[in-house]
């Protein structure tokens, strides 16, 4: 956009074509239509990124697409490239480039990197993304949405909804640089029986069991000490503190924190996976802040966490590991080189205690988390409490995270609550304590 005294300089310029004093209201439109001439013609050449150069003839040249292009004044070069440029209708392919350059300065490399495979396997190759963006209907939106079943037979509803996304920031990228007004396909919004059915997950697949829990945690305990090694107490950290896997293996020792009232740990940074310009992974990176700011949080360490951390710590010092409090807390030694505990390394050993305990479905970290704060939950540990503990940013998120067994609440110790007969009812309070509760006289 053209800032206020590049306006007035342009104004100034067409106006001294002018006896302003007698400027009669035709001139004045003429003034107006000229000047937006000016700005639109420099918006358009602004596209045109080669140097346009003066030869010792006199003569005025640059390059298009490679090619050497020559005339004799620079006006009249200019009104070349403007025709070249405006022949050049925009289009998804068009503006992919620059779009995915501006979401990478915007988002984590991991949503980056879903940005580029959204569109190198559904949009690339669509034929949306040939069409002039001023000239895509709704209907060439449900086209594409047909376009992606082909792609991908069993789409669920929430894979489409993900990749609407990424073409519905496509278009406000082409909004935000004046290239049209309005996404054309903000009101497509499909049938969800055209997607195939959400695969069905059952909650006791999604958390551990006591037993599981128990049992796990004791082989994490017998690897440790039969390897020597700290990295599989990991494992008994994620269900003392119910952290994301590259939140525990980004944690330093410095991250340790006493009061009063007790030890805490200052969750403050992450391990991701760090992404390539082409957009494959290359190992991971560990960055100085959380995933959301909520993330950000300082989490009181029980009696077990605090046993394990003394027990990694001792093992890190006889493994000659350093445990200053720059040193990240879980890191092992790989061809004679220190290295980090990762969360690939977390999940393959989380993955082999499972399967040593005989569980009938192996679970993840993930899993982990979720199985925390469901225990949180049916400890009656109030609902914000356990979002504040999760770094959580909504309520909502965390309520996602919960399981409740059918067996574990019994809806008849509140429904009968309701019934009005005259007799004291026990109900649990916020608390979670049993108090009596006496019909209204």
């Known amino acids: ?31 107006v239509e000229r000047l937006q001439e000016s700005m639109r013609r420099k918006k358009v050449l602004s596209n045109h990124k080669t140097p346009i150069t003066q030869l010792p003839s006199g003569a005025w ?13 620079k006006e009249a070069l200019e009104d070349y490239l403007v025709g070249v440029y405006e022949e050049k209708e925009n289009t998804l ?23 580029l495979m959204h569109y190198e396997k559904f949009i ?33 509803k929430k894979y489409w909804d993900n990749i609407s996304t990424t073409l519905n920031l496509m278009f406000q990228y082409a909004i935000d ?7 054309p396909l903000i009101n497509v919004r499909p049938k969800s029986d055209l997607f195939a059915p959400p695969k069905k997950t059952r909650d006791g697949d999604t958390v551990f069991t006591r037993t ?4 796990v945690c004791q082989l994490a305990e017998e690897d440790a000490m039969e390897q020597h090694n700290a990295l599989p107490l990991g494992v008994l950290l994620l269900f003392n503190l119910g952290l994301r896997d590259g939140e525990l293996c980004a944690l330093k020792w410095g991250d340790i924190e006493e009061n009063h009232r007790g030890k805490y740990i200052h969750v403050q940074r992450e391990m991701v996976a760090k992404v390539l310009p082409d957009g494959k992974h290359d190992g991971n990176k560990v960055i100085e802040h959380c995933k959301t700011p909520a993330g950000d949080r300082r989490l009181h360490l029980n009696s077990k966490a605090i046993e394990t951390l003394e ?25 004679g080189e220190i290295v980090n505990g990762t969360p690939r390394g977390i999940y393959a050993r989380l993955r082999k205690y499972c399967k040593a305990a005989g569980m009938s479905v192996v679970k993840s970290p993930h899993d982990v988390r979720r199985t925390v704060l469901t ?51 026990k109900i649990i309070d916020f608390r979670g304590k049993n108090v009596e509760l006496e019909d209204a006289k």
Not at 127 to 154: M, N, R, S, W
Not at 177 to 183: D, F, P, Q
Request: with cysteine.
């Open 61 to 73: 040249y640059t390059r298009v697409e490679g090619k050497k292009v020559q005339r004799k004044t």
């Open 93 to 115: 392919e068009t503006v992919y480039e620059g779009f995915v350059v501006r979401r990478k300065i915007e988002v984590s490399d991991t949503t980056w990197r879903k940005d």
């Open 375 to 425: 225990n949180l939950y049916t400890a009656h540990m109030p609902l914000k409490k356990i979002q504040e503990f999760a770094g959580h940013s909504s309520l909502k998120q965390t309520m996602d995270y919960i399981r409740i067994s059918d067996d574990e609440l019994d809806d008849m110790q509140f429904l009968e609550t309701l019934s009005g007969t005259g007799e004291a009812q």
């Open 212 to 215: 599981e829990q128990v049992k």
């Open 1 to 31: 956009m053209k800032t206020k005294e590049e306006c007035l300089s342009s104004l100034g310029d067409l106006v001294s074509d002018y006896d302003c004093d007698n400027l009669s209201v035709t001139d004045i439109v003429s003034l």
């Open 311 to 335: 027990r990694i710590r001792q093992l890190n010092d006889d493994n000659s590991l350093p445990t200053g409090p720059d040193d990240f807390i879980l890191l092992r030694k790989d061809k």
């Open 177 to 183: 640089r004046g290239l049209i007004e309005r996404n």
């Open 124 to 156: 690339k190759n669509s034929h949306l993304a040939t069409i002039p963006l001023e000239k895509i209907t709704i209907d060439d939106g449900y086209d594409f949405v047909l376009h992606c079943l082909k792609v991908k037979p069993d789409l669920r």
